[in-house]
């Protein structure tokens, strides 16, 4: 297809070897896939009063992009058709087939057929809609074409609906070897592809001038909104030097390629490419035909402005400093105060490298006021403001300058801006030490939608002001809350493993980032330790000024704990109490949760109390919530209360009915034993094996038995016992 697009989209630049300045030769040309566009026109106005309004209103949106869009295959565009409208694509798919197995004169028959659209007193197709163009566009293109080029273009369109076809056959052949499992895979990754893939968007000749505009504008579009939405930077050099192979003086490929390279910090093509844009502006005139004979200037001081701001990126600062020199002088010749304007904020910032310019930022403020640059002005107010800050001057006068800043943003409606000075505000609360407000101005930029309307809808979450926020927002994060989870998580590993030394030093820390909750890790230790009194006494006061402060999930946890105290105390019947007021306050504030393992609480309080069939019917109200949403210690210490009612209540058990039993809490104490073994929890894991190895000796199971055994003597010497009979407690 190479050799028939070089000869049918002749170069127009090139004549006798020379080539000229002008960017396309034509406006558009005729494509098979233009072709396949003309005959979904063609059947859409066939078939308009037939179609719903739904399936109308599809069509609709879908025909710009294919319009503006590069060429694709037949294929991609007769799915795109079917998602609208199945019917209509298989009516476009039957005129292509008769067209390209018929002769030649059944497409010139064709496109005579088509400007019959523009005739009679109420045409099909206005002229001057945007299908009305395309139309007329492709008529005179077609006009225009020699015999031989009708007759490539025709080959072409033949070359195009075959390779359709051939891929329909494999497509075919590869369903009957794939599970239909497999198929569906495929077809999902197919619809999830976004609407130009890269292998797609490649066109083996030149684009029209209308599909170069529109892909490089959604590409820039793209870069600067949502980079990683934007081809990748090989992919997208790749397109721009096809581009630019057809169409060497199209100066926006040239900006493009300009920013791509940018993107991989690459200083070579970034300066090669700047460069090749201004001349190219100058070559073609477009600077001139819109300021006049000023315009070939304009264009030589807005290079060497743009040369200083890319080696300030790089960090070039000498070159930098030449290239700024050589625009402020050209700018000075020519009078233009806006480009002396630019070049003095490119000034302060080559000079802050050196030393703080506060007079030379201040007059550019001033005269950014006064030829009416709110950007120019603002940026400058941003950077006074930073100076201030470090300077350390006092936070309500920064803040009345960003205020001022805020006015010009909103009036012009700067959005870029806007994010800029809400990070700034963040930035300068952190620097402060205000961590509360600078968590406030973050939410606040990272809860605000972009104000700037963007056509790829897209927004604009990938900023530098983002960026900071979030990195404001992690180190606050750090500071505070991820370091209390850490510490939270080590002790209760700590907890798990019976290393009650290491819990006992984690307390500090905890209590240095919540007091409240570090005073509550400190009684569980304790309590771990078999220091009772103690542990009573700080429960006892945590719970008191927990009431105070109406912290309610705190309560019923400490509460949980003193019921936990008084049974490893032998006072179970005090425990009730307890239990019952800690249920009320978890159903209470509708704590489900909580209000589960209060109840399991109770059902192990009523198993000591000796009416292990009560606590079985009352479990059955907690254990689903608790195996649904519930951590995997707290499932495992629930199947294995579950296992000790199953066994308290199976000796009033006739004998095969007992057997039933403990076979039934053998496998509850597999499962526990899988949940505790998830989380390395030997204690729990030593418990469960001694209950399993009393349970198999009860039925015979000698092999089984002495497993269990050996395992519990492996734990039991690694973790000694510390005087607290194994089986007391729930958790």
Not at 110 to 132: R, W, Y
Request: aromatic residues 8%.
């Amino acid at each position: 297809m190479a050799s028939v697009h070089d000869s049918l989209y002749f170069n127009p630049m090139l004549t006798n070897g020379v080539v000229h300045a002008n960017v396309f030769g034509v406006r558009d040309w005729v494509t098979p896939h233009k072709m396949a566009l003309l005959v979904l026109l063609s059947e859409l106005g066939r078939a308009g009063p037939q179609l719903g309004l739904l399936e109308r209103r599809r069509l609709n949106r879908l025909l710009l992009p294919l319009l503006q869009g590069p060429d694709m295959a037949l294929s991609r565009l007769r799915k795109a058709i079917e998602e609208c409208c199945p019917q209509l694509a298989g009516s476009v798919h039957i005129r292509l087939k008769l067209m390209a197995e018929g002769e030649l004169k059944d497409m010139e028959q064709f496109f005579d057929d088509l400007s019959d659209s523009f005739s009679g007193t109420e045409p099909e197709v206005h002229k001057t809609s945007v299908v009305g163009l395309f139309l007329r566009h492709m008529i005179l293109a077609y006009n225009k074409l020699s015999f031989s080029q009708v007759y490539k273009l025709y080959t072409a369109l033949q070359q195009y609906f075959q390779k359709d076809e051939k891929k329909d056959g494999a497509d075919e052949n590869e369903m009957e070897l794939t599970n239909p499992e497999e198929l569906d895979g495929k077809m999902e990754k197919e619809e999830l592809d976004g609407p130009l893939r890269e292998e797609e968007i490649a066109c083996s000749g030149p684009l029209s001038q209308k599909q170069a505009e529109y892909f490089l504008s959604q590409q820039a579009s793209l870069l600067k909104n949502d980079e990683t939405k934007a081809l990748a930077p090989a992919s997208l050099q790749k397109e721009l030097n096809n581009l630019l192979k057809f169409n060497p003086d199209f100066a926006e490929a040239h900006y493009l390629s300009y920013l791509n390279s940018l993107r991989v910090q690459d200083v070579f093509s970034s300066t090669h490419s700047l460069l090749h844009y201004f001349d190219r502006l100058i070559l073609t005139g477009a600077e001139s035909k819109s300021n006049g004979d000023e315009g070939y200037g304009r264009s030589l001081r807005y290079a060497a402005l743009n040369l200083a701001a890319l080696h300030c990126r790089f960090g070039h600062y000498q070159q930098a400093e030449l290239a700024l020199q050589e625009a402020i002088r050209i700018a000075q010749e020519s009078n233009d105060h806006v480009c002396l304007q630019h070049c003095l904020s490119w000034l302060y910032i080559l000079e802050q490298k050196i030393f703080d310019s506060c007079v030379l930022l201040e007059h550019s403020v001033n005269k950014s006021l006064h030829f009416g640059l709110p950007y120019l002005a603002s940026l400058g107010i941003q950077s006074l403001v930073q100076q201030r800050a470090f300077a350390g001057k006092a936070a309500n006068k920064l803040m009345d300058a960003l205020k001022d800043s805020d006015l010009l943003h909103w009036k012009h409606s700067l959005s870029e801006l806007i994010d800029i000075s809400i990070a700034q505000k963040t930035a300068i609360w952190r620097l402060y030490g205000r961590s509360t407000m600078a968590l406030q101005q973050a939410q606040t930029l990272l809860s605000m939608n972009s104000l700037e309307a963007v056509n790829v809808g897209v927004q604009q979450n990938n900023t530098e002001s983002f960026a900071v926020v979030l990195c404001h927002l992690a180190e606050l994060h750090a500071e505070q809350l991820w370091m209390l989870f850490d510490q939270k998580i080590q002790f209760e590993r700590a907890m798990n493993d019976g290393r009650y030394h290491v819990a006992d030093s984690l307390v500090a820390g905890i209590t240095a980032l919540n007091s409240i909750e570090g005073v509550y890790r400190k009684a569980i230790v304790l309590k771990a330790q078999n220091q009772m009194s103690e542990a009573h006494k700080l429960l006892q006061k945590l719970l008191i000024h927990c009431q105070k402060i109406k912290n309610t999930e705190m309560v019923i946890r400490v509460l949980l704990s003193i019921a936990e105290l008084y049974w490893r105390s032998s006072c179970h019947t005090i425990a009730l109490p307890v239990l019952l007021q800690a249920l009320a306050l978890a159903r209470e504030y509708s704590l489900q949760y909580l209000a589960s393992e209060t109840v399991l609480n109770l059902a192990f309080s009523q198993l000591i109390l000796g009416i292990p069939e009560q606590a079985l019917n009352i479990l059955h109200m907690a254990i689903e919530p608790v195996l649904a949403h519930g951590a995997v210690l707290d499932k495992g210490c629930a199947m294995f209360l579950v296992a000790k009612c199953q066994v308290a209540s199976a000796d009033s058990y006739t004998p095969q009915k007992k057997i039933e039993a403990l076979e039934s809490a053998i496998l509850n104490l597999n499962e526990a034993k899988t949940y505790f073994a998830k989380v390395d929890c030997k204690e729990q894991l030593r418990d469960v094996l001694y209950f399993q190895a009393r349970l198999f000796h009860t039925l015979g199971k000698t092999q089984e038995r002495n497993k269990c055994a050996m395992l519990f003597r492996q734990l039991h010497q690694e973790l000694p016992a510390h005087g607290v009979p194994l089986i007391n407690a729930f958790k």
